[in-house]
């Protein structure tokens, strides 16, 4: 793969340390233009009750391995997109932005950044879970809530949110307001939340039902999903839904032109998906 496109993506690895060394291991060696981070970089709510301190875990262990790359390789220190996902506490974007300032990374929540000839823009937020943390979770697009989820309203939140918008968001107004430009043909999204109904979002919920009702096996974002099959964007990143590809056989799926990637796998493994900016298709999936 030649190296001026040759990208990396990965996604919730929940901080595992094992995983994350692997990662580093592979961008010392294989010196990627980009890396793609699409959330859950953390453990979240349940390892700061581990007793985690998960700001260190930003700004002491990832930071001094990213600073170490960085020393190494130089010119090929590569271009590093990351969002936060739903296990990721609101309150760590500022530990991210610390990243971004001393220009290890680039924060990507809610933003377009310029790159080259294309456009990265991420957005953290997913359909409401059974999860008890909201803090990036919000309504898809409406105020309906799968059988089975909670509303963002009935959760809690590790930052202050507008009461209006924790009661009347939507993903799909989100994306209506970040995604301006009429020509999404060079844009990369990294989205934590994988689109409805399609390979990347199935969940192992065969069978199961509460109080008679069955539950969805797609848990993906139906706005997301509209979102893609409109506006075609070059590639879109996903994560999220860790068993999909073990369900489906497939880590990848199209909507139209747009290329669409799975990059999360069953833990304790992690999914490191390698792919070319401009044949996108011919992405390879390795699990580590």
Not at 75 to 101: H, S, T
Not at 102 to 122: E, I, M, P, S, T
Not at 162 to 167: M, N, Q
Not at 210 to 230: E, K, N
Request: with cysteine.
């Amino acid at each position: 793969m030649d190296k001026k496109h040759n990208c990396l993506a990965v996604s919730d690895l929940h901080g595992n340390l094992k995983s994350y060394s692997k990662l580093f291991a592979v961008i010392e060696t294989d010196k990627p233009e980009a890396v793609f981070i699409a959330g859950d970089i953390t453990g979240g709510y349940y390892r700061t009750h581990l007793g985690e301190d998960l700001e260190e875990f930003i700004l002491g262990f990832i930071q001094q391995n990213l600073n170490q790359l960085r020393e190494k390789l130089a010119d090929d220190y590569p271009e590093i997109f990351v969002i936060l996902g739903n296990d990721d506490p609101r309150y760590l974007e500022e530990a991210c932005k610390k990243l971004e300032d001393q220009g290890l990374w680039h924060y990507a929540h809610n933003r377009c950044l310029k790159w080259g000839n294309y456009n990265v823009c991420g957005y953290s937020f997913v359909p409401p879970t059974p999860f008890r943390m909201k803090d990036w979770e919000k309504y898809d697009v409406s105020r309906y809530v799968d059988v089975g989820a909670t509303s963002p309203l009935d959760g809690f939140h590790t930052v202050e949110v507008d009461k209006l918008e924790l009661e009347w968001g939507t993903i799909k107004r989100d994306l209506e307001q970040l995604f301006t430009a009429e020509d999404l043909s060079h844009y990369i999204c990294l989205f934590h939340s994988p689109p409805y109904k399609t390979l990347l979002d199935r969940a192992a919920l065969d069978g199961k039902m509460i109080d008679y009702a069955p539950l969805d096996v797609h848990i993906g974002s139906i706005a997301i999903r509209d979102f893609i099959s409109r506006r075609q964007p070059h590639i879109s990143i996903h994560g999220h839904v860790h068993e999909s590809t073990s369900i489906t056989g497939s880590w990848q799926d199209t909507l139209g032109k747009t290329v669409m990637f799975n990059a999360s796998a069953i833990l304790p493994k992690m999914a490191l998906i390698r792919f070319d900016l401009e044949n996108p298709e011919m992405s390879l999936r390795e699990i580590l």
